[in-house]
């Protein structure tokens, strides 16, 4: 058992804020990557072998820079994180093959109003009025994007698949507290590699029931990419979220819906309407105000 953890070396405010940026951009690329997968090789398929690449990315990293086996009590939290976040990528990814990338990802934004009074209640943090009202400004960004990008007549699929995307929201709200405590007791390559090992773990544990083939030799590249995407993004919000409040760094999940609409337009010619455009300067403007350092005294305690 190694020796505990030295605290994470303090980053000013917006620092960690642009580092959670990069990580998104980062997940809405393996998002995208992943999409095609599922179209291509079914979901279970894409799942399976992006974990299983993922661990072979960080088990010589993890080798190397590790100081011991994980303590019990951090283990368990790596186990529960993986749980939590492998259960959460398999009902948005299986909503996310039956509907556009963009509307999809704006499903997604009820996380991170969750994830700010979670953070809250859970974690005992104090929510700046900036954050507040920032995140309310996005996600009223949101909601004109689903009033543009959702005015199709909605079919049963499509309606599974919108149920299917919020209740992986939930979950990542969760997931997000969740990583807010496990990046203070590990380092970020222990974090991304043991989410990977946890998420293939269940995936194998699963193939007797859904395996059915080995992907062709053709997507290998794409697993690859989103694999190399998601473990470098794990990274990058693993270093974030080690310094800045998940209350504070939350609405950063709101950028993704921009990196949605460019991705989804570039790979899927998936349109983009007035209303999706006025919906990402919201959103943009949201996370302007919560990128700014709460002023002293507008805390609100919940």
Not at 30 to 55: E, F, P, T
Not at 57 to 83: C, D, K, S, T, Y
Not at 93 to 120: D, E, H, K, N, Q
Request: charge should be positive; glycine fraction near 10%.
């Amino acid at each position: 058992m190694r020796p505990a953890m030295s605290p994470p070396r303090p980053a000013p405010p917006v620092i960690a804020f642009a580092v959670a940026s990069i990580g998104v951009l980062s997940f809405s690329g393996m998002d995208a990557a992943m999409k095609q997968l599922s179209l291509d090789i079914g979901l279970y398929n894409a799942v399976l072998w992006r974990s299983l690449v993922g661990i072979a990315i960080g088990i010589g990293p993890f080798l190397v820079a590790r100081r011991g086996w994980p303590a019990p009590q951090v283990l368990r939290l790596h186990v529960l994180r993986g749980l939590v976040a492998g259960l959460s990528v398999l009902l948005f990814f299986w909503g996310l093959a039956r509907m556009p990338l963009a509307p999809a990802i704006a499903l997604t934004f009820v996380a991170p109003l969750i994830t700010l009074f979670l953070a809250a209640l859970l974690l005992g943090e104090a929510v700046g009025a900036g954050a507040v009202i920032g995140s309310l400004v996005a996600f009223s960004g949101v909601l004109t994007i689903v009033a543009g990008e959702l005015r199709v007549a909605v079919g049963p699929e499509v309606l599974w698949a919108a149920l299917a995307i919020l209740g992986a929201a939930t979950l990542y709200a969760y997931n997000l507290i969740l990583m807010r405590r496990q990046a203070q007791l590990a380092g970020p390559v222990e974090v991304a590699f043991f989410l990977n090992l946890t998420l293939g773990v269940c995936m194998l544990v699963a193939a007797p029931i859904f395996f059915e083939r080995l992907p062709p030799i053709g997507s290998a590249p794409l697993i690859g990419v989103a694999a190399l995407l998601s473990f470098g993004s794990l990274m990058l919000l693993s270093w974030a979220y080690a310094r800045a409040e998940a209350s504070y760094l939350s609405a950063v999940e709101y950028t993704a819906f921009i990196w949605a609409c460019l991705l989804g337009y570039w790979i899927f010619d998936e349109t983009l309407g007035m209303l999706t455009v006025a919906g990402a300067g919201l959103i943009v403007a949201g996370c302007l105000v919560v990128a700014r350092r709460p002023a002293a005294g507008t805390e609100v305690a919940l």
